[in-house]
């Protein structure tokens, strides 16, 4: 129940409840008609924008579960990227499997190799863990890079237009049609990480990350609950590693580096680490960025045209920017001010 | 032999620039318990700033030196003062990540004012070979390696026998004693940044005579991690024996079996120190079990 001096529960099914206040039914009902609504108001270009940003939202909700909910620091998500986006491009290119076989069998895969460098994490904390999560990055890329067999010598992958059980997609309408697919699998891999959050293993993940011992301590099996973590994080990665590979229609290495692992961890420091929705606003807000850097470039070019030659310093200038002032100003990100305002609104005309 | 002597030539020269740059690494680590990850960036804006004294402004080469250190310290100083003060005693997360959002923004301001194209810088240490055992070795390498142990040493006897060395020292084994004792631990962060800053330049001026001054300079950073984790991650010996091993290292295995996998080598090394020696060769064994 909302009242002035807070949101109170008067049962525990209450409580469990995904969403508390008609304010937030709402905004979700908002939230449908913008999202039914987006593909016949914007443009193919903004469209486009909008299927990377649903790509990205998956690839963040599953670097939100590894980072922000056990705690547990990686520097691996674009090797893992590129585990799914190679596995299923390989599979349906050679094996010929049907596109959902190859997508599945590229989350089962990036899920356990996930697993597997999530070893080190059994043993080593925080700095040594992004040292060992970093040198894992390397070595996926390295491998990647360098097995010919991969890519059979041209470097790299291209892929067939998606093709799901007769449905084509057709030239004109690529990215109308992609953004039903991309937008079903982002609303369901969402809805996974928020229910995952309200099983015991959602909150082991938590407890490990509040406090190990403590949680060893109250029955949390914490080898378990670590591998278990790196998987599930990794199985989300690994989707939207293997969305990136059909969408974009070719595969290459380059797509995957550090700048990549670096961008996701931007995504959900600024969106705000342990939290889903945070996850979204940051992939929405680091997917906007450049984009929105172009246009107000574009928009000045005639009074300052020294910015168009500037423009990609001045993009990686603002990227840096960003993560240094939220870490400073409001290291748990968007969804805190998300939260903040709507505390305001609703003590006003009081402070608390 | 000569093949092996010159890429022995190669990696310690390599190795004493690595050393340099995790020297750097070290004393943030020991004295503020921060990872580092912008000290590839740092030796980028080191070598950028030397090379806009020393040729786009034509200064002679000590006073260039000086703008170049005194900029390093200055840097240094207000990186720690409003980047790294705020975020004191939140969480490792944070403040990898706030070092990495800081790598981004000197590369790109090192972007705005020289562009991504290689700049033409003049040989500081002589570019010929001398024949040594029949094999060419190039003279400026051995000057690298002569300039690196000359300043390491300088950094060590800075740590033996100097009262803020001493200080960082005390600060470094424990926080609170050295409040007591009157040692101001906030003077102590910056000296510590600026120093590392320091020899950051040191080590990018060295690397862009021997390569080139380029964007590439920032990708030096990376391979810190291998050669820290070698050698402790809070031993000042440490980083000059992990440096020499890793420049060899990677030496050998790109004379001896293949170039490509020479960029990797270093962390196949890592991932194997951390899983039988995690606090290095020379490190305080403190770390976390899980």
């Known amino acids: ?352 | 032999m000569s093949t092996f002597l010159s890429l022995s030539v190669y990696g310690l020269a390599d190795g004493a620039i690595l050393a340099l740059a995790a020297l750097g690494f070290v004393l943030i680590y020991k004295a503020t318990s921060v990872i580092n990850f912008a000290q590839g960036e740092f030796l980028l804006v080191g070598a950028y700033t030397f090379y806009a004294a020393f040729v786009v402004l034509g200064l002679p080469i000590i006073l260039a030196s000086l703008v170049g250190v005194l900029f390093a310290v200055g840097l240094g100083v207000v990186v720690e003062r409003f980047v790294l003060r705020p975020l004191i005693g939140e969480s490792p997360i944070s403040v990898i990540m706030v070092t990495i959002g800081l790598s981004a923004v000197l590369r790109a301001v090192v972007q705005m004012f020289f562009g991504t194209s290689v700049r033409e810088q003049p040989a500081i240490l002589p570019r010929d070979s001398i024949k040594l055992f029949g094999g060419q070795i190039p003279l400026n390498r051995l000057f690298v390696i002569a300039i690196a142990a000359f300043v390491l040493t300088a950094f060590t006897m800075f740590f033996r026998r100097s009262r803020h060395g001493i200080a960082m020292r005390a600060v470094a084994d424990d926080q609170q004693a050295a409040l007591t004792m009157g040692i101001s631990v906030r003077r102590i962060f910056a000296m510590a940044w600026a120093l590392a800053a320091v020899s950051a330049l040191i080590a990018g001026v060295l690397l862009a005579d021997v390569s080139a001054v380029e964007q590439n300079i920032a990708s030096f950073g990376l391979i810190v991690f291998p050669v820290v984790i070698l050698g402790g991650l809070d031993s000042v010996p440490g980083t000059i024996v992990g440096g020499l091993t890793i420049g060899m290292l990677k030496q050998y295995v790109s004379g001896y079996a293949d170039p490509g996998l020479a960029e990797v080598i270093p962390y196949i090394v890592l991932v194997l120190i951390l899983m039988v020696r995690p606090y290095g060769l020379f490190g305080e064994t403190r770390i976390e079990r899980v």
């Open chain 1, 1 to 352: 129940m909302a009242t002035a001096t807070g949101i109170h529960h008067r049962s525990y099914r209450a409580e469990l409840a995904l969403r508390h206040t008609r304010a937030e039914y709402a905004r979700l009902g908002l939230m449908i008609m913008a999202l039914v609504a987006a593909p016949y108001v914007l443009g193919n270009y903004w469209l486009g924008i909008v299927n990377t940003i649903l790509i990205a939202v998956i690839g963040a909700v599953g670097l939100n579960i590894l980072v922000g909910f056990t705690g547990q620091i990686s520097l691996g998500q674009g090797g893992f990227l590129a585990v799914g986006a190679y596995t299923s491009a390989i599979l349906h290119e050679r094996a010929g499997l049907p596109v959902v076989v190859c997508v599945v069998i590229a989350v089962l895969t990036t899920a356990g190799i996930g697993a597997f460098f999530g070893l080190p994490a059994l043993r080593l904390k925080g700095l040594y863990l992004a040292i060992a999560t970093l040198a894992s990055q390397e070595i996926i890329i390295f491998v990647v890079r360098r097995w010919n067999w991969l890519s059979e010598g041209k470097g790299f992958i291209d892929v067939s237009r998606l093709n799901l059980f007769g449905w084509e997609i057709k030239r004109e309408t690529f990215e109308f049609q992609w953004y039903w697919v991309l937008l079903v699998l982002a609303v369901v891999a969402v809805l996974a990480a928020r229910n995952l959050f309200r099983t015991g293993l959602g909150r082991s993940f938590m407890a490990v990350r509040d406090h190990d011992i403590a949680a060893e301590a109250i029955g949390v099996n914490l080898t378990r609950a670590k591998v278990t973590a790196f998987a599930v994080s990794s199985g989300f990665v690994g989707l939207a590693g293997a969305l990136t590979a059909h969408y974009t229609e070719t595969v290459t290495w380059e797509r995957f580096t550090l700048d990549v692992s670096v961008l996701y961890l931007a995504m959900i420091i600024v969106g705000g680490l342990g939290s889903v929705a945070g996850a979204v606003y940051g992939a929405a807000f680091m997917m906007l960025l450049p984009a929105l850097l172009t246009e107000v470039s574009d928009a000045v070019k005639g009074q300052l045209p020294f910015l168009a030659d500037q423009l990609p310093a001045i993009k990686n200038a603002v990227f840096g920017l960003v993560i240094v002032l939220f870490l400073i100003i409001e290291p748990r990100g968007l969804a805190r001010i998300w939260q903040r305002t709507k505390d305001y609104v609703r003590f006003w005309p009081f402070r608390y």
